[in-house]
Nanobody, 114 residues
Framework: QVQLVESGGGLVQAGSSLRLSCAAS????????MGWYRQAPGQQRELVAV???????NYADSVKGRFTVSRDNAKNTVDLQMNSLKPEDTAVYYC????????WGQGTQVTVSS
């Protein structure tokens, strides 16, 4: 079992940056896949960025070059650095982990105004 708690969301202007953090309730050393999804109103939840335990990241095409996902095994956290934010990035962002089954955080709201 693992609990995931997100923080760092907020309201920002287009072109600015935010850093989201996900804190896990246990060591993430052995969790093979962790990262972030997002869901905008009326839309499906979509993958944003994930990282394997070996450190290999994968990004949605819409965020490549702007977002960076990182894992800190010592702190049991997974962060998402978001730069050059656009209004279309507005969504609830969910921390994700796969550890025998899928786990989700409660979500944190990111709103980007134009």
């Amino acid at each position: 079992q693992v609990q995931l708690v997100e923080s760092g969301g907020g309201l920002v202007q287009a072109g600015s940056s935010l850093r989201l953090s996900c804190a896990a309730s246990r060591s993430i050393f052995s969790i093979n896949l962790m990262g972030w999804y997002r869901q905008a109103p009326g839309q499906q939840r979509e993958l944003v960025a994930v990282m394997s335990s070996g450190g290999s990241p994968n990004y949605a095409d819409s965020v490549k070059g702007r977002f960076t996902v990182s894992r800190d095994n010592a702190k049991n956290t997974v962060d998402l650095q978001m730069n050059s934010l656009k209004p279309e990035d507005t969504a609830v962002y969910y921390c994700y982990a796969y550890y025998g089954r899928t786990y989700w955080g409660q979500g944190t709201q990111v709103t980007v105004s134009s």
